[in-house]
């Protein structure tokens, strides 16, 4: 086994893998740098590019995208006072008192320090476990591997924020876009309405951008400002580094809490940095000054959200369930490069196993290197108007998302799925719930059919089974204890939302729930087609979510004012009253102005019209600004487009007219 760590170690020692580390670094410094984007947004940009790529050279750059991203989004939670993602809020309570206060170097280099001390703890409890777990890993079978899906979509019970009826609704619906296609069981295709492009269902890519990176683009698109105000650096930088080592123990505790939560699937980030910030406000006792700047509420929620990342790695590698949102579209990844997670990536697998976690220590040490490296020219970043980045954002997901397929019907359910998302978010749907719901459909559905095939009913009797429904009956009852909302804020008990009086005022999120209920009816109607093992998983989703909605419409219509079940972030969100804010539509409008000019002149023909006209109309760009910012975008999809051998999407144009490359 010793053998296999250190040949894991040279493989991973090359130029080659290096580079595409470095590469997913890149963008994972991007990604976190960018507030509301996070781990979701940045793998899904990335899992199209694995195409072809042999498979330590692309896990290799999924790990450096993963392991940065809890490292750079403190570069806004400290700057701006903004949580760069969920894994960073706690950050925030410290950390910008602290650049208020002139110390903002201090702060930053004590939580970059902070987190690569994580991320190294993080592989070594991966190593461990992974010694110690293989004997019990070999003997888990077909249902084993069913309950253990089972426990991981326990895990909505968690995220199932106010209203446990949107959670449990919001994970069905994500079910059954996981249904979508053919049948393990019997080949049959499901859901495909005529459509050729569902015959293999809805690729990962797609649902990770259409719901999660696209709503939060919309959200910043329309508040028309500078992504922060931007406050001096100061000095501190090796300060610091001497309040992490004063620290070590506090570091160190917290990377085991980071561990722990990580390790439960579907929790991960949500809560881990507001634990591990609880534990220093609990055992802290000389001088703390919580909340005003203290150094020690930056160490230990930075210490714990890279720690996250190795035990989030646990169930994904080792039982194929997602440990957190990220892990769920970084699952996707491995299968995509055809490696099955389970039992062989003890034993057949281990040495992919072994370079995943050497990739999660050096990816650590790199990302809180390049942290510290640009940590004033990205501060500077941070002043840019976010109207003048939105258009790369918006081109490049575009150019993500039809890779899946390579064609215009990506761009198409991009968009469809992105105002899903964005009437989820508004309506306090967890979207979470419905990414987890979506990757663990085929393995509950493959290996449910299996253990029926092996074992028959008596599967139910086997010890493993028994112990692990246990599991997940436990974690049911203390999710439903201690729900967290995708942003990981714990909900109160008492319905004491905010929320505005009236039928009429709840008329749009009253719709929204309807239309959910439709989709689901027609999920229904179309399981009832096909033969009993094509038709039992779909079915089953259906009327448990149909149940759902049958609690939660009466809840919308008859519920008291600051009922749990209403939410809409329209009419109580912080934005409500500020100058300046624009609609809840505009960003979605621009990408569907996108989509619709790709429909009729092909992609790279579009984006050579998007870019200017969004620079001029949206931004108020100046000429010389709009040629430079078109060119340098035009420049970079063609580089990629060169260098991927890839044709654009297109359009109607191009039926008609013979063009040359790229704009064919």
């Not at 979508?180 to 050729?196: N, Q, S, W």
Request: aromatic share 10%.
């Amino acid at each position: 086994m010793v053998d296999t760590l250190l040949s894991a170690l040279g493989a991973l020692l090359t130029f080659q893998h290096l580079f595409y580390m470095l590469i997913g670094v890149s963008v994972g410094l991007v990604i976190g740098v960018i507030p509301g984007l996070g781990g979701i947004a940045g793998l899904s940009l990335l899992i199209p590019f694995l195409y072809g790529m042999d498979e330590i050279t692309a896990l290799a750059m999924l790990i450096g995208l993963v392991a940065v991203i809890p490292t750079s989004d403190t570069f806004s939670s400290v700057l701006m006072g903004i949580p760069g993602s969920s894994a960073s809020q706690a950050t925030v309570l410290d950390g910008f008192p602290l650049a208020r206060q002139g110390q903002a170097a201090r702060a930053l280099s004590a939580a970059f320090i902070s987190s690569m001390a994580g991320g190294i703890f993080g592989a070594v409890v991966l190593t461990g476990f992974v010694v110690i777990a293989r004997p019990i890993i070999l003997s888990f079978g077909s249902a084993e591997l069913f309950m253990l899906a089972l426990f991981g979509l326990s895990m909505v019970a968690v995220l199932a924020g106010r209203s446990l009826a949107k959670g449990l609704a919001a994970c069905c619906i994500g079910l059954i876009i996981g249904s979508i296609g053919g049948a393990p069981a019997t080949g049959e295709f499901r859901m495909i309405f005529g459509f050729d492009y569902l015959y293999d269902g809805i690729p990962l890519v797609i649902v990770g951008l259409g719901f999660f990176a696209i709503p939060e683009i919309a959200d910043l698109l329309r508040k028309n400002s500078a992504i922060a105000s931007g406050h001096a650096l100061g000095s501190g930088w090796f300060q610091g580094f001497r309040d992490w080592w004063a620290n070590l123990w506090l570091s160190m505790r917290c990377a085991g809490i980071g561990c722990i939560i990580g390790a439960i699937p579907g929790l991960g980030g949500s809560v881990v940095d507001w634990i591990a910030y609880g534990h220093a406000v609990q055992t802290v006792k000389k001088d703390p000054q919580f909340g005003k700047g203290d150094i020690r509420g930056v160490v230990a929620p930075e210490s714990a959200n890279n720690a996250m990342q190795g035990g989030a790695l646990l169930p994904t590698m080792l039982f194929g369930i997602p440990g957190s949102g990220s892990m769920a579209v970084f699952l996707g990844g491995m299968v995509l490069l055809g490696i099955q997670p389970g039992p062989s990536m003890v034993g057949a697998d281990l040495n992919i196993t072994y370079s995943i976690i050497w990739s999660l220590a050096l990816a650590n040490v790199m990302g809180a290197g390049i942290c510290l490296a640009l940590a004033i020219p990205i501060s500077r970043l941070t002043q840019i108007p976010f109207q003048r980045l939105a258009p790369f954002m918006i081109v490049l997901i575009s150019f993500a998302a039809f890779q899946a397929t390579r064609s215009l019907a990506d761009l198409v359910a991009l968009l469809s799925l992105g105002v899903l998302g964005v009437l989820m978010k508004r309506f306090g749907w967890p979207r979470p719930a419905l990414l987890i719901g979506y990757v663990l459909a085929p393995q509950a559905e493959t290996y449910f059919y299996q253990a029926l095939q092996f074992n028959g009913w008596s599967f139910l009797g086997r010890p493993g089974v028994i112990i692990i429904g246990l599991m997940t009956l436990a974690s049911v009852f203390f999710g439903l204890r201690n729900r967290v909302d995708e942003h990981g804020a714990v909900e109160p008990k008492a319905d004491d939302a905010p929320d505005v009086p009236g039928l009429k005022a709840h008329l749009p999120q009253i719709g929204f729930a309807l239309a959910m209920a439709v989709l689901l009816l027609v999920a229904l109607t179309d399981s009832l087609k096909h033969d009993f093992l094509g038709q039992v998983f779909p079915l089953a989703v259906s009327v448990i979510g149909l149940v759902m909605l049958a609690i939660l419409i009466p809840q919308l219509v008859r519920g008291k004012t600051g009922h749990h079940a209403h939410f809409d972030a329209e009419l109580t969100g912080d934005h409500v009253g500020q100058e300046g804010i624009g609609t809840l539509w505009g960003g979605l409008g621009w990408i569907a102005a996108l989509v619709g000019l790709t429909a009729l002149i092909g992609f790279y023909a579009a984006l050579l019209i998007f870019f200017p006209v969004f620079l001029i109309v949206r931004a108020k760009a100046g000429p010389v600004a709009v040629v430079l910012m078109t060119a340098l975008a035009a420049g970079f999809i063609l580089l990629l487009a060169w260098a991927l051998s890839l044709n654009f999407p297109s359009g109607l144009l191009q039926s008609l007219v013979d063009l040359p490359w790229p704009l064919r």
